[in-house]
């Protein structure tokens, strides 16, 4: 089971449309798919449900919120009992073997931040550190827990931030899959992003080696690579303005670039959503909608190559 955190620091970046997509076409492709929204804006849970499905059925608990809730208040609880199977999607995606579970997100979960930061203190420096590993391991002992799943991937769409529930995630993460944008404001916290997790690595890794009498194993999530989206095509390939930036991140050597990149098309990926189904599952004979299509698909084939999935 690979889990693979998807993050950028810069928001409308179109990484949570590649996580949807990106879940749906491996589970079209057999692959048994668990998705977990972290991102409080929920955008990736109403990807599958309604809103209003979504205040019905789990605003009062069943979301990565109440579980993280028992957590603060000293309870056990296990992952399992949170996770869903949105119908619309597996409907479609389960003739081939495959499926998509998920773990929804809630509205207040910038709350739940705020409460995990309380739990770091401790009365001595020794405590200090067990109390540290003990917040920053919580998503990665409740995904330990759900080996039995038999899930091929987890795909955790992140908020564009780096706080205490991002950095729960990246320390479950084997690999980090960064969306961005070709321009200067969305390539330019990359960098920032790459110091960030090397830094919580180091900071995790010397926790754990101090950790007295319990075994923590070390972690080291590493860069997959980053994938452009939002790319506007012409003459067969990405507009001058948008390849400037491509070609500077290439050519700087790390982190690594994806080869395929996403195309553009607005209307049609801002109304996915609606319908429960990314676009990838949706038949077309539209040839704009289809070369978008055709981008996510041969994404999917060259992050399958590279995650190993």
């Given at each position: 089971?690979?889990?693979?955190?998807?993050?950028?620091?810069?928001?409308?970046?179109?990484?949570?449309?590649?996580?949807?997509?990106?879940?749906?076409?491996?589970?079209?492709?057999?692959?048994?798919?668990?998705?977990?929204?972290?991102?409080?804006?929920?955008?990736?849970?109403?990807?599958?449900?309604?809103?209003?499905?979504?205040?019905?059925?789990?605003?009062?608990?069943?979301?990565?919120?109440?579980?993280?809730?028992?957590?603060?208040?000293?309870?056990e609880s296990d992952l399992k009992d949170i996770i869903q199977t949105p119908e619309i999607i597996n409907d479609k995606v389960s003739i081939n073997g495959g499926c998509v579970?998920?773990?929804?997100?809630?509205?207040?979960?910038?709350?739940?931040?705020?409460?995990?930061?309380?739990?770091?203190?401790?009365?001595?420096?020794?405590?200090?550190?067990?109390?540290?590993?003990?917040?920053?391991?919580?998503?990665?002992?409740?995904?330990?827990?759900?080996?039995?799943?038999?899930?091929?991937?987890?795909?955790?769409?992140?908020?564009?931030?780096?706080?205490?529930?991002?950095?729960?995630?990246?320390?479950?993460?084997?690999?980090?899959?960064?969306?961005?944008?070709?321009?200067?404001?969305?390539?330019?916290?990359?960098?920032?992003?790459?110091?960030?997790?090397?830094?919580?690595?180091?900071?995790?890794?010397?926790?754990?080696?101090?950790?007295?009498?319990?075994?923590?194993?070390?972690?080291?999530?590493?860069?997959?690579?980053?994938?452009?989206?939002?790319?506007?095509?012409?003459?067969?390939?990405?507009?001058?303005?948008?390849?400037?930036?491509?070609?500077?991140?290439?050519?700087?050597?790390?982190?690594?670039?994806?080869?395929?990149?996403?195309?553009?098309?607005?209307?049609?990926?801002?109304?996915?959503?609606?319908?429960?189904?990314?676009?990838?599952?949706?038949?077309?004979?539209?040839?704009?909608?289809?070369?978008?299509?055709?981008?996510?698909?041969?994404?999917?084939?060259?992050?399958?190559?590279?995650?190993?999935?």
């Amino acid at each position: 089971m690979k889990v693979i955190s998807v993050i950028n620091y810069k928001g409308g970046v179109g990484k949570t449309t590649v996580t949807a997509n990106l879940a749906a076409e491996l589970a079209w492709n057999g692959k048994r798919v668990l998705v977990v929204d972290m991102d409080a804006q929920a955008s990736l849970t109403f990807s599958f449900i309604t809103p209003s499905e979504w205040a019905r059925d789990y605003n009062a608990g069943g979301t990565i919120k109440s579980w993280f809730d028992d957590f603060l208040s000293g309870q056990e609880s296990d992952l399992k009992d949170i996770i869903q199977t949105p119908e619309i999607i597996n409907d479609k995606v389960s003739i081939n073997g495959g499926c998509v579970d998920a773990i929804y997100s809630h509205l207040a979960l910038i709350n739940v931040d705020l409460e995990l930061a309380t739990k770091l203190s401790g009365a001595s420096l020794t405590q200090a550190k067990e109390n540290f590993l003990k917040v920053h391991k919580r998503l990665a002992d409740g995904l330990a827990g759900i080996q039995d799943k038999g899930y091929d991937v987890v795909l955790i769409d992140c908020p564009p931030n780096f706080n205490i529930v991002t950095k729960t995630a990246i320390v479950a993460s084997d690999l980090i899959l960064v969306p961005t944008r070709p321009d200067e404001l969305s390539t330019l916290g990359i960098d920032y992003l790459v110091r960030s997790i090397d830094q919580l690595k180091l900071d995790f890794n010397d926790y754990a080696n101090h950790s007295g009498g319990s075994i923590v194993e070390p972690i080291d999530p590493e860069i997959l690579g980053v994938v452009f989206t939002m790319i506007q095509e012409y003459a067969g390939g990405p507009i001058q303005a948008q390849q400037v930036f491509m070609n500077r991140l290439s050519k700087s050597g790390y982190p690594p670039v994806f080869d395929a990149y996403i195309k553009r098309n607005d209307s049609l990926l801002s109304s996915a959503p609606a319908y429960g189904t990314p676009v990838v599952l949706e038949p077309t004979s539209n040839a704009s909608h289809q070369s978008v299509v055709e981008s996510f698909e041969e994404f999917c084939q060259e992050f399958q190559s590279k995650a190993g999935v």
